[in-house]
Structures are given as C-alpha cells and as structure tokens.
C-alpha cells in the first residue's frame, strides 16, 4: 500500500507571492497529516504549478482530502483571510462531480499561523457560512480559540444575523438577502472580493433554503458575472444539496421588482433594488408603518420610472441612474405603496400629507396606520428632497 501523499503546487498564486514551500514547513504538514490521518508518515510532493484557492491534496488510498489553507502571516485586507475559500470550494465540487474513479472526497480548512484579528464580526459571520456549506475545520482550537462557528440553522437566521452585522457596521456592504415570501433573492455583486463573498453567500444559502433562490447580479467594476467555475460550483452544490431551484439571473438589467405592469423592462433593475437596500442598512421596513413583512414591503421610486421614460433630454445612461439611485426611493408596504402611488399620500419635506379627496373615514385609517409620519431624518437628503420634487412635477430646488 502507497504512503499517503500530499500534492502541493508550490508557486505563489499571484508573482509577488513567496512560494508555498516557504511557509508550509514540515512542522504544519505533520500537524495536518496527523489531524486528518492520525499519522505523520507520508510522502510529499511538490508540483511547479500555481496554487489554486491556496488549497493543497492529501491522497490517502481512496480516500482525497482538499485543504483550503487561510492567509499566513500578517492579515492585512478584510477579506484576505477567505477570499480563496469559494474557489477551493468550486474545484473540489467540480472534481467531485466529474470525476469517474469512485474516490471518496473530503473538504477541509486549515488555519496557517498569522497575526492580526481573525476574528472580526465580518469574519465571524463569513465563518458561520462555510460551516454552513459543510466546511469541516482542522484547526478550529488553534485559529479561532474564542469561537466556535456554528452553522445558520434557516436562512432566515442568515438574513438576521447579516442584519445585525450591518447595523453595527462591522461588515462590508456588498451582499443583501432577501426574503420574497415564494423565494429569496441574493444580491450580489461581480467582482473580486465581493464576487467571492457573493459565491460563499449562494452555497451555502442553497445549503439551508425552504425555497426557491434567485441570484441577482449587481454589475461591479464592468464585471457582469461572477465567474464560469463560482457559478458551476453554485449549480453543483444546491443540485446536491437542495431540493429548490437555485436560479442564476443572466441579464442583470431585465427584472420585475414587482411594481409593473411590464416584467421586462430595461429601466426596472435589480440595481435599484440594491441601492435601496444599501441605503437602508439591507433592511426593508416600511418608511411609514415600520412593516417588515418582507412578502408585503415594496421598493417605492419617488421619481417614477414612466416620468422618467418620458424625459426626451436624457440618454438613456442618465435614465438608468435615476432610475437605480437609491436616494430615489424608499420602502413601502402595499397599502401605503398604493396610496402614494395614487397621490393619495405625499411627501413635504420627509413629512407625510393626506389628501382631502378621500372620505374623512378614511383619513381616519390612514393616520391609523401611518405610525410614523416623517421618514427617519438620517434618510433623508438633498438628492432624495430632489427626487420628491421631480415627483410632484415643482420644477426642483436642488440637482439631481
Ligand atoms: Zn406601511
């Protein structure tokens, strides 16, 4: 019987990387190897390839186990501790899935030694979805010796938990869940970290989900997808691991936010969704009635988006940005949504009118149910007062 072996590509993923023999001494092979196999006796060997997702093999009969290792030594980027984990992740799913040799196949972490706070709230979090996905961790006593990640038990849990992260703005602000009653919607954007954040975020979200999931791409740095194997590795973990469908939306710019008659529509985009999101601290709560029900909250344009299909004097790139703007709207449940929407409601200065067209019961039920009259004064700008004005047909008294 062959001696367990680890195969490991030794050049730096990046040039001005050092190579991996570097830091990954005898030392840390043994631990590894022992962690795993409970023995220290096994061949190594070096291979002049790239290293991949900072991921290194250890082959044990039929057995294979895929390491992903963190960053080593000073960690510097938000990020750099995990960055690599969705595409070690994607490989190892590929492998598994089109591999014919019968072989079993394992997913590690591996914590090198580093220094610096590892266990930021972001980081926290972004360790609570790999245990999520299944990631085991080798290491966990010695990496993250205050903290014990465990596993989102719904997706519901995620979304609160990613909440409040936000709200103590301790995280970046580049992925917003949803939930749409039928689905969730993912919001994500394309490029670099974020894109991995986006990728960890759908695996192991289709890990946990009651429901069918939808991913919108928020087009980041002209980057308009995530990448071929990220999206492969979504495919083949929520075909594995799901039994709700895990779409992957192509064309970021056609979307119903469900405020239209018209479902496609190229000046209705996921984008502005996200803006309002990422204005709203990802929260969609009725600026009028403090409503959370997510199935029954709406994105409200305040500017709408037939006033501004009508504007001749605009390019269409200029339709598109008022459009998106998230200081162009705000949260409404549908009852409000409706009475604003049928000028009904205004309104003046962040303060809310009633218009004296309705019926004086039923004036009486707005101000029932309108238990917050003035939008919260932190959302309220200049640009948004603008757009209020644009709504009302005044000509505005500030830009936009
Ligand atoms: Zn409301």
């Known amino acids: 019987m062959n001696k367990p072996k680890f195969i490991i590509n030794r050049i730096g993923a990046q040039d001005r990387m050092p190579t991996v023999d570097t830091y990954l001494t005898n030392t840390i092979l043994d631990d590894i190897s022992y962690r795993i196999l409970k023995s220290t006796d096994y061949d190594v060997e070096w291979r002049e390839y790239r290293i991949v997702g900072r991921m290194i093999k250890l082959i044990d009969g039929n057995d294979i186990h895929y390491i992903a290792l963190s960053a080593n030594g000073e960690l510097t980027a938000r990020n750099s501790q995990l960055q690599s984990v969705p595409t070690a992740l994607s490989q190892y799913l590929a492998e598994q ?13 591996y914590f090198l030694p580093q220094h610096g706070n590892n266990q930021t709230d972001y980081l926290k979090f972004m360790y609570r979805l790999m245990v999520t996905t299944g990631v085991i ?11 014990t990640p465990l596993a989102f038990s719904s997706v519901k849990d995620l979304i ?11 995280g970046n602000k580049s992925t917003y869940v949803t939930d749409e009653g039928t689905c969730y919607h993912i919001y994500g954007k394309t490029f670099g970290a974020n894109q991995k954040e986006t990728s960890l975020f759908c695996i192991s979200i289709s890990a946990i989900t009651d429901k069918p999931v939808k991913l919108y791409q928020i087009i980041d740095n002209d980057s308009e997808k995530i990448s071929d194997n990220d999206v492969e590795a979504i495919k083949i973990y929520s075909t594995n691991n799901s039994k709700y469908s895990f779409e992957i939306m192509d064309d970021t710019l056609e979307f119903d936010d469900g405020d239209s008659d018209t479902v496609k529509d190229k000046l209705r985009s996921p984008k502005f969704i996200y803006n309002l999101l990422s204005k709203f601290d990802g929260e969609k709560k009725c600026v009028l009635c403090g409503c959370k029900i997510e199935e029954v909250v709406q994105a ?3 500017y709408p988006i037939a006033s501004i299909r009508k504007r001749s004097d605009l390019t269409f790139d200029r339709k598109f940005e008022l459009a998106t703007d998230g200081d162009n709207g705000i949260w409404l449940c549908e009852n409000h949504h409706k009475l604003f929407d049928r000028g009904l409601i205004w309104f003046e200065e962040g303060k809310i009118c009633i218009s004296d067209e309705l019926e004086d019961e039923n004036i009486v039920f707005v101000k029932q149910i309108t238990t917050i009259d003035t939008i919260e004064p932190q959302y309220i700008n200049d640009k948004m007062l603008a757009y209020f004005d644009l709504r009302t047909g005044t000509i505005p008294r500030l830009a936009v």
């Open 97 to 109: 899935k089109n591999s014919k040799d019968g072989k079993n196949r394992k997913f590690y972490f």
């Open 137 to 147: 961790f080798l290491n966990r006593e010695f990496g993250l010796p205050h903290f």
């Open 160 to 170: 609160r938990s990613r909440n409040d992260l936000r709200s103590r703005n301790s």
């Open 300 to 302: 409200a344009h305040i």
